[in-house]
Each structure stands twice: as structure tokens, then as C-alpha cells.
């Protein structure tokens, strides 16, 4: 008992003098125990936090690859490029042999990105491309303020390129280019060739037996399937239910016109959560030139 | 005779101890020594990496910029000293310019809103700030490696050693005054 007295009386007395000289002085912030994902700025949502930490803990399961996002308010007066150079090497975001780290850093208060890319990923990611992706995937979406979703966009790029790199073999989910148009998920395409199908072999049986209303019907779904692209460019979900709702509506004016069927199918494939053993994250000790790029939203 | 056998032995002993102490010393200089030889290599190349952009970046503009011949000059110039630049100061000094000279034309060039969006010019000049960056980096890395050498054979008793061995003190990386003292520019 007297023994526990005294061990905790020093172990107070240790954290009181913690408290007074504070042995960490260096202006840049510490990884914290999830290090993969470090919103400082608490900007980020919980989904968007849980999904980097899923998927950055499996790509460095498989590859030993670390991508790293950091949030921070404002740099401590710095700027962007040796704050995200020194909070690099300070992580040590890699391996340490092969230097395939990558940081996704935010800073608030000065609206500033950067990306900055460890010796061993400069061959895939040279400064233009990484200047050119935060533009189409992230600086879109920072300029409107989304930048949980802006964060989540840029991180999908970047991890698709670091992944096939690395030789993951893990589910990567496609980014959305900005600029561009939206690239159409592989159900939305299903969707769309069988109702085509559909429309082509009712039409074909239309003609042949001289049916109006299922020409008709037909001509009626081929404008649903037209306009159903113009919608899935702006809105994928959107458009889908447009398209089936523009289907039913033409049955509901024609009448069924004969028994049809659709291979239609839906339903996103949703990702895994990933267990983690309970030990803590830390970097490999890989380290950065300060290559990269940086912009100014 | 046993006296003088444990006489010579404890002597034998304290001039191994004391040749290992120097040995140690003399090694730990070296390897100090050459890191700062591989931070300036790192150093240069980068510099040389920015130096072969220079050409590509006023082949690109060159059409667009015809009447900004002196600001695409002075980069041109800045280039050729680098080049050329045989030492460390050199080196320095002209790497200074070559900053300055950059910067000058990036002021010119907001005045021309079709260049600023085009992605190649874009890719450009991220691939340039990105080797500015990195000389930055190596620099300080470079003068972080000079600073514990020095620090080193400054020391008593090393200092003997380094003397001993004509380990002189190395020289610093600077970068000239307001070199990296980016222009004002209102990016409105």
C-alpha cells in the first residue's frame, strides 16, 4: 500500500512537471493513434475519417504503401511546403526502404492543399500530376467548402494511382473528375443496356405483328433512356430513378404490352469494415524530398 | 619482472584505449564529412533538374509572351550562371537569381488569364516550384549536415583530431537575401 502511494506520488509529480515545461515544442502537430487519418481542423465526417482509416490500414497491410491525411487549422505561420515536408518526415509516412508515402494535407484558416509525395512514389506521381489531380478531384470541392467530400474525392484518385502502383489487389472506387463528367457506375450501365435491349426486342415484335401501342411504348422509353442520360450526368442516383419511374409511367399510359423483362440491377456494393487488431498505427519511416504540389483555394 | 609485465600491459592498454578513442573520433568525422558531400550532390541535382525546365517553360511561352523578351531574358540569363556556376557561392548566388528572375516573370504572366489556365503551362510550373521546393529541402538538409560537422570538430578534444587530420570547417548553403521573397501580387 505505502509502496502505491509512493509510486503514484511520483508519477504525479512527473505529470506536474510535464505540464510545466512542456517537452514538445515543435510547431507542427503529432500523429494521432488512428495516424491514417488526422482531422485537426474537425472538418472531415465520421464516414469519410472511417473510410480513409479502412482503406489506408488495408493498403499498407498489403503493400506497405501509407497514404495519410492531415487537417490542421492554420500552419503555425509556415508555409505550406516545410510544414508538410517537416510533418512528413515527422510521421515517417512510408517504409523506410521504399518510401511509397503520401500525404494529403489541408490547411483551413490559410485555404491551402498540398500534396506531398515520398522519394519512392515521385515516379507515378510527379509534381504536375499531383497539381493537376488536386484541381480535377479536390480544389472543386474546397472552393465550395465541402471539404470532407472534396477530401474523400481527392483521396479515391490518389489511392487508385498509389494502389495500382503497389499491386493491391483490394476493391478501389473510382474518384469524380470535377471538370469532367461523371463516370457512370458500372450497375447504372447494366441498367441502361438491358432497358436498350428491351426496347430494340419490343420494338422488333411490334413491327413484326403491326402493334402500335408497343411502338409506341417504345418510341415513349427510347426518350426516358435519352433524357435519362442527360440526367445521369448532373445526378447518377437521379437519373436512375428517373428511369424507372419514366418506364412505369409509360406502361401506366399504354398499358402493358406484353410481358417484358428487365435485367436490371441495383444496389451499391457496399465496403467492409476492417477490424483492426487493436495495435497502434505509426508511420514506416519513409521520407519525403518535399516533392509535391500546392494550391490555393 | 612480474611488476614490469603488469607495467607494460596496463601502458599497452591506455595507448589501445587512447588510439581507439581517436580512431572513433577521426571515423565519427568522416561519416559526418561525407554526408555533407551526398546532401550537395542532392543539392545539385535538383538544381540542374530545375535548370533543364527553364528551357521547356520558354519554349512554351515564347509565342504567347513575345513582348515580355526582357523578363523571359533575365530567366533565360539566371539559367545560363547556373549552369556555368562552378562552387558552392556560385552556385548560391546564381540559384538566387534564377529564383528572383522566376519570380518577376510569374508577375508578368498574371497578366496573361489564357496561359495561367492552360494545364501544360499549369503542369509547368508545378513541376518548377516542385524542384524549387526540393532545393529548399536539400538545402536545409544540406546545412543541417554542415551545422552537426561543424558543431563536431569545433568540439574539445575533437578539435585536436580534426586539426591533426586538416578536417576544416564546411562551408554553408545561403541563399542571398530576399531571394525567396516572392513578389506582391494580387491574385484577384
Known sequence: MKFHKLALNKIFTLLFLLVLFPVNVSAIVEPTDKFYVNDYADILTDEVESYIFDNSVKLYNETSAQIVVVTVKDLEGKDIESYATEL????????????????????????????????????????????????????????????????????????????????????????????GEIELPEYVLTLLGSKLLATVVLLAIGFSSKKTRVIAFCILESITIALFFIVAKYDVGAAVSFAFIGTIFNLAILGDPSSRSYGG?????????????????????GSSGGGGSSRSF | MKKGLIGIGVFAAIVI??????????????????KIDSKYSDIDTYLQRRADLIPNLVNSVKGIM?????????????????????????????????????NNFLVVVENYPDLKANTNFITLMDELSGSENRIATSRKDY??????????????????????????????????????????????
Not at chain 1, 440491377?265 to 519511416?285: A, I, L, M, T, W
Not at chain 2, 584505449?17 to 561525407?34: D, R
Not at chain 2, 513575345?66 to 557561392?89: G, M, W
Open chain 2, 66 to 102: 513575345s513582348h515580355e523578351q526582357e523578363a523571359i531574358n533575365k530567366v533565360t540569363e539566371a539559367r545560363t550562371k547556373l549552369v556555368n556556376a562552378k562552387d558552392l557561392t556560385e552556385k548560391a548566388s546564381a540559384d538566387s537569381e534564377l529564383t528572383k528572375a522566376l
Open chain 2, 17 to 34: 584505449l587512447v588510439v581507439a578513442f581517436f580512431f572513433g573520433k577521426y571515423n565519427t568525422m568522416v561519416s559526418l564529412n561525407e
Open chain 1, 88 to 179: 512528413f518526415r515527422h510521421f515517417g509516412i512510408g517504409d523506410k526502404e521504399k518510401n511509397n508515402g503520401l500525404l494529403l494535407l489541408l490547411a483551413l484558416d490559410e485555404r491551402k492543399s498540398r500534396v506531398e509525395v515520398g522519394y519512392g512514389l515521385e515516379g507515378i506521381l510527379p509534381d504536375g500530376k499531383t497539381g493537376r489531380m488536386q484541381d480535377e478531384y479536390m480544389i472543386p470541392y474546397y472552393k465550395d467548402n465541402n471539404f470532407s467530400e472534396g477530401m474523400l474525392n481527392g483521396y479515391k484518385a490518389f489511392f487508385e494511382v498509389v494502389a495500382s502502383e503497389e499491386g493491391y489487389t483490394g476493391e478501389i472506387s473510382k474518384a469524380n473528375k470535377a471538370d
Open chain 1, 265 to 285: 440491377r441495383g444496389g451499391y456494393s457496399s465496403g467492409h469494415s476492417y477490424h483492426s487488431s487493436g495495435s497502434s498505427f505509426h508511420g514506416g519511416g
Open chain 2, 143 to 188: 546545412n543541417d549536415a554542415v551545422n552537426e560537422y561543424n558543431a563536431y570538430i569545433k568540439k574539445i578534444p575533437n578539435s585536436i583530431i580534426a586539426n591533426m587530420f586538416n578536417f576544416k570547417e564546411r562551408e554553408y548553403f545561403k541563399a542571398t537575401e530576399n531571394a525567396n521573397e516572392v513578389p506582391q501580387v494580387s491574385f484577384e
